[in-house]
Structure formats: C-alpha cells, structure tokens
C-alpha cells in the first residue's frame, strides 16, 4: 500500500556531478502523491539527469532520493515502482500495438485474460479502441505516443516520469496531447513527473512546476505563483515575457534601491492627463514603437530620465489604425504596487 501523506518524490540535497559538469547540484525538492509537477529549464540544465536518477538509471554523487518515504537512492530500476515515456517512443517496431501495451504485464507472467482485459482498458483510455492489431509503422506522430502512454501505465506505477514526450509532434497536435495527457493524469490520478523546456506547455498542465537552471532549482511553485511572482531575474526572463528594472529607474519609480519586474500585462498606459491611483507606482515616457497584433498590441515606452518599458494592451476596441496613432505620444503608465516582484541579483 502507497501511504499517501508521504510525498511521492522527495530529494534531500541531491547532487550529480560529471567531473567538472554539476549537472545536479544539491536539488532539494517534493513532489506530492497525485501530483501533476513539471521540471522545467533551458537543454542542459539537469532535468533529464533527475528522470534518470528517479528511474534508477543513474545514481547521485550525493544525498539521497526517496519514493514515497522509502530511500531509493541505490536501487535498481526495476525495483523501483517508476515508469518512463520517452520522446523517441521506445515501441517494438514487429510487435502490434496491443502486444507492445501487453509487453509490461507478459514479463510479470500476467494470465492472458487479465492481459486482454488490461490491454483494452489502456486502449480505451488512450483513445485508441480498435487499434490494438496495428504495427507501430501503421499510425501516426500522436498515436505513437498514445501507445508508449500505454504501455508505461498498464503497470499502475506510482510515478509516471515522462521526458519531453510531446517533443516531436508539431504545435497542434502538441496543444491537444497536452489536454488529453492532462485528462489522463487526472483519470488514473498517478503521479506524473514531466520534463519540458516549453514554459507555456509547463504553464498550462501543471498543479506545479520546478525551474531549472545550471542544475540548481531556481523555484518551485504553482503555474500563477511562477508567472507573477518570480523569485529570480532568471525566472523572470525564462518565463513568459518581463520587463526588469534596476538602478537608477528603479529608484525614481519606486523610491528604493531595489531590482523589479513588471509583467507588461500589468501596465496601464494612459493620457498625461490621468491621475493614477494613489496605491500605484507612475512614470511618464514617450512611446517609440508600437506593433499591433491582433489579439493585442506591444508597445515601447522610452521612459523620461532613460530607461525603458514594454506595455502589451488587448485590443478591446481599438484597431491597427487606432494603435498606431500613439507612436511618439508622450504617455503615462502606471501599474498597481502589488503587481512588481522584488528580486536579488
Ligand atoms: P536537460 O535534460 O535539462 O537538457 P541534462 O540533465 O541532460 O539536461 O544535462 C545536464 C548537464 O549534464 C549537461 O551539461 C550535460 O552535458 C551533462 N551531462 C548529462 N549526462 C552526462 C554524462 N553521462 N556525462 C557527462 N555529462 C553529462
Ligand atoms: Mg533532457
């Protein structure tokens, strides 16, 4: 039995060095039973190295891995209740699609009946009722990857670790396998551990998301607490788009020595003549570029007393016509106190 208060995954200062490369380097980290959680980071900031040491396939240099309160650190892989979706599928190529799913519970020495009855319900569950006596060559990008969804599940493992599994597919079918993997996790209720450099795709499946940078975790957060209260520059930047200010600009707008970002959503951009709300941070500029972009419009805003500030507006009721006009308008933007996020270097 999976007692469910302990943490599905927890490192405590675990590190992996490659000589010189610190590929992991004291991450301490705790997944919840049931979670859906997301390691994301640019290529080569140790993300893949954690899947590796979670699966058994590689060990730490240092501290210590524990699945579901059990330290796991040196154990084998198949002594670990873990499975893992690759990119690159995996599928036995002369094996139909229903062998490949059966393939986990052949090796357990499942009886057939249970295999069949197994093998349909993952079918059904990945939408591919019907498929079963297909060859892997015989479908499609998505469905491939359905199949290796599949396979990894029809064990019940306790964690699901899933590296870049959407990586090959193109943006469409990328979109919809994010909605439906999401409905999967939810339907099993199996932990999910998935690994992307894709910030919008970590945005929009995950209960949590882990950032990853040089093989430290930057910060560890639900998809709203990342995206508006970034606790680096390198978060900041990573993850979605942000205006940083520091020095001199910093201090005229705010009044203190402090380094901000501003999410150029959270900015009003307004008439000179507009008085800004008294729990609001202003500054005056002059605009210098405007694209419009249909659901929105981007502006720059070269800022009185240098600097400068990114401003993006929906376009509610303006047109290309309307937003175009405002280049080289003096403006004024203002944006509440609550919306900066105050960071170190
Ligand atoms: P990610 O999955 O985030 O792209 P990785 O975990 O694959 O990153 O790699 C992290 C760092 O560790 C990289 O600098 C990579 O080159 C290095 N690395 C990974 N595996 C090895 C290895 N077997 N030998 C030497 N260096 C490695
Ligand atoms: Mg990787």
């Known amino acids: 039995m999976t007692n469910q208060s302990l943490p599905a995954i927890k490192f405590d200062k675990v590190s992996r060095h490659f000589g010189e490369v610190r590929a992991v380097d004291e991450a301490d980290l705790e997944i919840r039973d049931g979670e859906f959680f997301s390691m994301l980071g640019p290529s080569g900031s140790g993300k893949t190295t954690c899947l590796r040491m979670i699966a058994g396939f590689d060990r730490p240099t240092s501290g210590h891995i524990f699945l579901y309160g059990q330290d796991v650190s040196n154990l084998p892989p198949y002594e670990r209740d873990v499975n893992t979706v690759f990119q690159d599928y995996a599928l036995f190529p002369h094996m139909t699609v229903a062998e490949n799913i059966a393939y986990g519970l052949m090796v357990k020495n499942i009886a057939k009946p249970e295999r069949v009855k197994r093998v349909d319900e993952m079918l059904e569950l990945v939408q591919l009722s019907g498929f079963g006596g297909r060859k892997p060559s015989q479908l499609s990008g998505g469905q491939r990857q359905r199949v290796a969804l599949a396979r990894a599940l029809v064990n019940h493992p306790k964690v699901l670790l899933l590296d870049e599994p959407l990586g090959a597919l193109d943006l469409k079918l990328r979109q919809q396998m994010q909605v439906e993997l999401k409905a999967i996790q939810k339907r099993v209720g199996i932990t999910f551990i998935f690994v992307t450099h894709d910030q919008e795709e970590a945005l929009t499946m995950s209960d949590r ?18 995206y508006e209260h970034p606790a680096s520059i390198f978060v900041a930047n990573f993850v979605g788009t942000s205006n940083l200010v520091s ?9 203190a020595d402090i380094t901000f970002s501003v999410r150029p959503e959270k900015i009003h951009l307004g008439s000179v003549a507009e008085n800004p709300p008294s729990d609001s941070y202003t500054t005056d500029g002059i605009v210098r570029d405007v694209v419009y972009l249909g659901l929105y419009t981007r502006y720059q805003v070269e800022l009185d007393g240098g600097g400068d500030l990114v401003v993006v507006e929906q376009n509610l009721k303006t047109t290309s016509m309307d937003v175009l006009k405002i280049k080289d308008q003096r403006v004024r933007l203002y944006w509440n106190k609550e919306h900066i996020s105050k960071m170190g270097a």
Request: net charge positive; charged share 25%; aromatic share 4%.
């Open 209 to 226: 998301i882990a950032l990853f940078n040089k093989g430290k975790i930057e910060q560890i957060g639900a998809p709203s607490e990342i």
């Open 247 to 255: 020095g001199e600009v910093a201090k005229r707008i705010t009044g």
